[in-house]
């Protein structure tokens, strides 16, 4: 059974920069679709990232990212380490969500960054951008 343990939520002003890290265990990471997705009490859970395992990522770009974080947040992906990142940059308040991390045992990517497209789940981590 996967597990997912983030890490590195916490408070930083608009303007600057923080990095979540999820650590994986109980699957095979190499070949596993991870992405990241952020949520907000009273709202449903957003997509936010993600990143293919090693074979797509042979014949495609492997990362993907939602509107609304393009340009300022980058997926990575440790396969040693068995971590999968997100940097964030230019935080703005409304970045303020609770992070989770998420996995499926599947090397490509579905096309719709959906939590229902992702079978493993983080505990969450929260990220409060003040102005």
């Known amino acids: 059974q996967g597990q997912l343990v983030e890490s590195g939520g916490g408070s930083v002003q608009a303007g600057g920069s923080l990095r979540l890290s999820c650590k994986a265990s109980g699957f095979a990471f190499y070949y596993g679709c991870l992405g990241w997705f952020r949520q907000v009490p009273g709202k449903e859970r957003e997509g936010v990232a993600r990143i293919d395992g090693e074979i797509t990522a042979k014949y495609r770009d492997p990362v993907a990212y939602s509107d609304s974080v393009k340009g300022r947040f980058t997926i990575s992906r440790d396969n040693v380490k068995r971590t999968v990142y997100l940097e964030m940059n230019r935080l703005r308040v409304e970045d303020s969500a609770v992070y989770y991390c998420?996995?499926?045992?599947?090397?490509?990517?579905?096309?719709?960054?959906?939590?229902?497209?992702?079978?493993?789940w983080g505990q969450g981590t929260q990220v409060t951008v003040s102005s």
């Open positions: 998420a996995a499926r045992s599947d090397d490509r990517c579905p096309g719709e960054l959906a939590p229902k497209n992702f079978t493993f």
